[in-house]
């Protein structure tokens, strides 16, 4: 028999701001610790002191323009870091990685919103944690005006929430193209459904693809 806890357990979530992700995160930790699994939530861009800098460079709202270049940089030198020093350790000690927001981040903003080339992030993401990704990535799908809306009620807007509808309609279609081209791994939860049945639906994928 397999032991469970020697198999990398890699799990992100994905998509708008105002998705849900943080209520998803929790529905995810409570399934896997429900089955006596230790896990370890973390986020992106952060995660460690370093990157969590880096999080607030990319966030501020500034007057000199950020370079798209520049923000896709900032995103993979944050991403190294945090797979580095937090979760490929986390996941050699048996630990269940769950992730807010991973390279598929950067391929809907930085690539499908900015127009930065996908074989440039597949690239820089070879060279950031080549060989550690998700097996499972939860897109938390919503519309774009209900996203935003409910990300506007809790705080003032960041760098990125100050981009135009048309941005965030293109890293919506960047995050449906993932689900198309990776059905298995890349799987779309529909975010305005009842948090009880979005519940049950992450329950059933995670049962899906973890349970034993
Ligand atoms: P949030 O996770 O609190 O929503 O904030 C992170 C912001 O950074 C969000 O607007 C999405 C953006 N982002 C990218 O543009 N590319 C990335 O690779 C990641 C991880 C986040």
Not at 182 to 209: C, G
Request: charged share 30%; net charge negative.
């Amino acid at each position: 028999m397999t032991d469970p806890a020697a198999t990398p357990r890699f799990i992100t979530l994905e998509g708008l701001e105002g998705a849900g992700k943080s209520t998803a995160m929790a529905f995810v930790r409570e399934w896997f610790e429900s089955r006596g699994e230790t896990v370890l939530c973390t986020r992106e861009p952060g995660g460690t002191p370093l990157a969590e800098e880096l999080r607030a460079v990319l966030k501020a709202v500034r007057d000199e323009p950020v370079a798209p270049s520049t923000e896709l940089l900032l995103m993979f030198a944050a991403r190294a870091q945090h797979v580095e020093r937090v979760i490929r350790p986390a996941m050699a000690e048996g630990k269940v990685v769950v992730c807010d927001r991973f390279t598929d981040s950067t391929r809907a903003y930085q690539g499908a919103g900015r127009g930065l080339s996908m074989a440039t992030i597949d690239q820089l993401a070879e060279v950031a944690h080549a060989d550690c990704n998700p097996e499972l990535t939860l897109w938390l799908d919503v519309p774009v005006a209900l996203g935003l809306e409910r990300a506007a009620s809790r705080e003032s807007a960041d760098r990125f929430e100050q981009e135009t509808l048309a941005f965030f309609e293109r890293v919506r279609h960047g995050f449906e193209a993932l689900a198309t081209r990776e059905p298995a791994r890349f799987r779309r939860v529909d975010a305005t459904r009842p948090l009880a049945e979005v519940r049950a639906r992450i329950e059933a994928e995670l049962e899906a693809t973890h349970g034993r």
